[in-house]
């Protein structure tokens, strides 16, 4: 299986078990109120949770934990304070962390942030699923193992 | 100004004001997991708070609000409970309403059905600005008049 | 299998073989320049291609023809003329039909107007495949029958 | 006006004029065939060509370009040969380079490769405009400057 090596965007040096995923923001990110259009924010955030699975499994994003390790994480719950509007000036730097593990599920935090300004608070929960079944398990013990030290409480 | 015209599937009968927005579901909303990406879920319910809009305003959504009347509704907060996957086998029926209508903000539910299931409920801030000022602004009165026999309260 | 009905936008009377396909355009379609981003214009067209199969195959597009029926039809072409910008202030009707059905192989148009004025041509080239192998495989028989009265060559 | 800096995924040597611009691919991006879903790929491509646009032109993409000096470069052609599918399990390499330069239009070829392999060409016709306006206008001098001696004619 061919892994993808973490990339210099993912070797930021982080403070207190913090991961730092940059995004590229475009205009087409863009309504014609000039700002990121509030529906694109969800992708980003998940994007940078992503990228964090990626950094965190040696590589393995959910695409392969999906189809290599047969483990899902789908979503029960999402949400999202916007605090300040996004554009294209600058790169949005966006910081993930756990918040909590529970016997099978999983907390995460991602903000979002332009030239030091927070942009975004957002909450996640997701819930481990044995993916060929999509049937609710516990958290698997090597995934225990890496997020545990990592989690940093609400 | 041309105003677009309630399209058929606005008409449909509503109870206890709430307004129905039929989405259909594709391919390109999935996800490998065969179900429609946690991504595109904020998109469809944005999307049904713009057909409400559409429908209560004689054909105005957030496009024509900014451009001709010079109203904005950013959002301030958003948050989604996912209940149960969404596929492209039925359309997505999303309900929509106000919950609340503040001083300067408004607040509404969506909630998203398949085939009778309920696959998610979410709920939504914006604030009402001067669009061209990006500036806060008390709601117009206009739109109080529309919305407060509107709203049902969570 | 539940099938989905053909809704009312479906059902416009057609000229000619063409099948009629009716977008709602808004304001997170749109870019800071007040009109639609290139890059949702191939997603407009895309759905307007899975409706048209939805339409001709019952219900079915291509989530059903994928998993279903084992029939891909993944793209090998695409190419767009852009005539005339989009925006929210009319539905975007896309007029959908094949203009070749090869051994392996189907070609489609999609033209997109507003308010009657033509704002794209585009043409697609996709091969049926058998789904779960990701193999070419030559045109079904039933989807033939259905596909070959209809071509409108360009 | 706060300039982005180019960042390291812009800093990788070129061979012949052309620029390299390196995209994750995710789960999120792909459909239940496992692959990217088409839709998607020209999103790719004109995020390509945008960071084409900021890094030779100091940090202004589309964004800057439109607001901050009135230039507009709407797309009136964009056409894709699909050769290879694309996953998330290697970065997508972007290949981008402008082809021609007429009196007020531009032409960019880009080409995307995973892991070697060439997954997509295309190819794509804007238009120099005066952003405020819509209107044409001729190629810019400065921008003409920067353009020329990149132009690799296909």
Redesign the interface.
Known sequence: M?K?KA???NKKPESSNKFRH?I?V???D??????V???????FA??AI??WWEYRLGGD????L??DRNV?T?????????RS?I?????LECDVWPTRLGESSIEFRVDGFQ?GVLCFESRFVCVFTI?SK?AKRSAPQEIRDIVEPLIIPD
């Open positions: 061919t993808i990339t210099p965007e940059e590229r475009g205009w087409g863009c309504d014609p109120a000039k700002i259009y509030t529906g694109r924010l969800p992708c998940l994007d992503n990228a994003g959910w695409y392969q999906e189809l899902g789908p979503f029960v719950h999402m949400s999202f304070d916007f509007p554009t294209p000036r600058h790169r030239d993916a999509f």
